[in-house]
């Protein structure tokens, strides 16, 4: 079960669980999504739709069914110098591969160890996403958009490595 022991909430609802749904409906995937902790009328509209795609009840409230029917919403982890694993290599080989012609600074390598070059390349990575530079993937640098691609940062990068 991707989302266990979640409350039921509907429009008006705030804080952390919000902010689980709204990363499990960008994951669905609905880029246009943002994860603010508000459950207000876009995020109940989105929850509608996505409801009605899902063959259950159309009512905007989020109940056990809702959330056993959406993909997991943890938060993806935040990473930054001294990270190291699987999800630093997937990171590192998606600034590299899009880095000709868009943000032009690569990690120098696909090792899973977060180093100096790594972070160089996380922040011309997020000066090109209009993000705050600071060398730390976090929420914000994992919701960029990669345009083109119809992804974010956090599904090219792979939520089977991170997620749980």
């Not at 997991?72 to 880095?99: C, F, H, I, K, Y």
Request: glycine share 14%; hydrophobic share 40%.
């Amino acid at each position: 079960m991707p989302n266990p022991g979640q409350p039921t909430i509907t429009l008006g609802a705030t804080g952390n669980v919000v902010k689980r749904l709204q990363r499990a409906l960008r994951r669905t995937p609905d880029l246009s999504i943002t994860v603010d902790g508000i459950f207000g009328n876009s995020l109940e509209t989105a929850v509608k739709e996505f409801q009605q795609g899902a063959n259950l009840t159309v009512d905007g409230v989020v109940d056990q069914l809702t959330w056993n029917a959406l993909p997991d919403g943890g938060p993806m982890p935040t990473l930054r110098e001294g990270s190291t694993g699987a999800v630093v290599r997937s990171l590192q080989r998606l600034l590299t591969n899009g880095a000709d012609g868009q943000w032009n600074t690569t990690p120098q390598g696909i090792d899973g160890q977060f180093g100096p070059l790594t972070k160089a390349s996380v922040e011309a990575f997020q000066s090109w996403g209009g993000v705050a530079v600071d060398g730390i993937v976090e929420d914000q640098t994992w919701s960029v958009s990669l345009h083109a691609a119809s992804a974010t940062l956090e599904s090219g990068v792979g939520l089977n490595f991170v997620i749980g």
